[in-house]
């Protein structure tokens, strides 16, 4: 997408085609911050500190992590250490792992010498995969926006709501809940966004706001606890969220709150759907509430908060002393909250069946 008129992925090669350059999204949105991975160390640093985060962007970072890796040995033995650092990083979002387990079937066939061209020509190749994808999940979502205008008598904007950041800066481009709002506003479909504030991190408020005032697209921010209230006054029409991880039954993980809107929306009869490329799909897992793990974030994420003070960016302090905290980072939806599944070969139902309808091989 375009940042002060200039196209910009969000995990791009540096102009020595080795280097990997990311944008530091603990920065956003009061600075804009290019940083330079030269080390499988500092790519697992990117990805821990969350400088990168949603799902496919952590996928992409570790298979150019993994790039980084080899340049510092390409040996057999190397090749598990790279795979099991990286994919101890963070629990949750899928697509780190399954992007690792694609390196690694690419590159354990190959001799030492042959892996680093091809490790980069994979990742490459990841990235692109998941551009294209990304942009049919806009397609297919911008019908469903399509709809509603129409059944508005296209005298109103469309009123979508989602959670958290599931735009371009969680992917390589285009993003997975926003895509449809890109694609949407690009066709000329009036469209108004109800943007979570997303504690604990904000990234609602940091990254989904930006990257909305960076598209010229009509937004309000709002705090966590009011969508139920929007929904019941009949002034949301559609959620539009992502997910980390979804279960081969239906059930997404996605960042914690969105259970609460979905149990909402399902109250008030509003449409909840999730956007995802199918790297984002775990077929091993049937029971999403059972079965994946919740990743345990630092209690100062809950304890502090980050904003701008005279140009600095400064962390504040907002509970007493000595108050300890739990921070789930994530929570699971069942699929009976789940109107539908938006994904890059189309939307079906959020159940085996759905899914299998559009990803048959995996039956």
Not at 22 to 50: G, N
Not at 176 to 196: C, G, Q, Y
Not at 215 to 226: M, Q, S
Request: proline residues 5%.
């Amino acid at each position: 997408m375009d940042v002060h008129g200039n196209p910009y992925r969000s995990i791009r090669l540096s102009q020595d085609d080795r280097q990997v350059e990311i944008i530091d999204q603990t920065r956003l949105p009061h600075e804009f911050v290019v940083v330079r991975l030269s080390t499988l160390d500092q790519a697992v640093e990117a990805i821990c500190d969350m400088q990168v985060r949603g799902a496919p962007l952590i996928g992409a970072t570790a298979a150019y992590g993994f790039c980084l890796g080899l340049l510092e040995n390409a040996e057999d033995k190397s090749l598990r250490v790279i795979a099991d650092t990286l994919i101890r990083c963070r629990p949750t979002a899928v697509n780190l792992r399954w992007a690792v387990q694609r390196m690694l079937t690419v590159l354990l066939p190959l001799s030492p010498s042959e892996r680093v061209a091809a490790a980069y020509e994979e990742a490459a190749a990841i990235c692109e995969e998941d551009v294209a994808a990304n942009k049919d999940i806009g397609k297919h979502g911008g019908g469903l926006l399509r709809e509603i205008w129409e059944k508005k008598g296209k005298s109103a904007p469309v009123n979508i709501l989602t959670h958290c950041n599931a735009g371009w800066l969680a992917t390589v481009d285009w993003g997975t809940a926003l895509a449809p709002v890109f694609r949407a506003h690009m066709d000329s479909i009036p469209v108004h966004v109800w943007v979570d504030e997303t504690r604990p991190r904000n990234q609602g408020a940091h990254l989904t706001a930006w990257e909305l005032v960076s598209a010229g697209i009509d937004h309000h921010l709002i705090v966590d606890n009011a969508g139920g209230h929007l929904m019941q006054h009949g002034q949301v029409d559609i959620c539009i969220v992502g997910t980390d991880r979804t279960a081969a039954s239906g059930d997404v993980c996605n960042k914690i709150g969105t259970y609460l809107k979905a149990l909402a929306a399902f109250d008030n009869q509003v449409p909840f759907y999730v956007a995802l490329p199918g790297s984002t799909i775990d077929w091993q897992v049937s029971d999403g509430v059972g079965e994946i793990p919740i990743e345990e974030r630092a209690p100062d994420e809950v304890l502090q908060v980050q904003g701008l003070h005279e140009r600095q960016l400064v962390q504040v302090g907002i509970a007493p002393a000595n108050t300890p905290a739990a921070n789930p980072a994530f929570d699971v939806t069942p699929a009976r909250l789940v109107t539908g599944l938006i994904t890059e070969r189309g939307i079906c139902s959020a159940s085996r069946a759905g899914l299998l309808s559009l990803y048959p091989e995996k039956g």
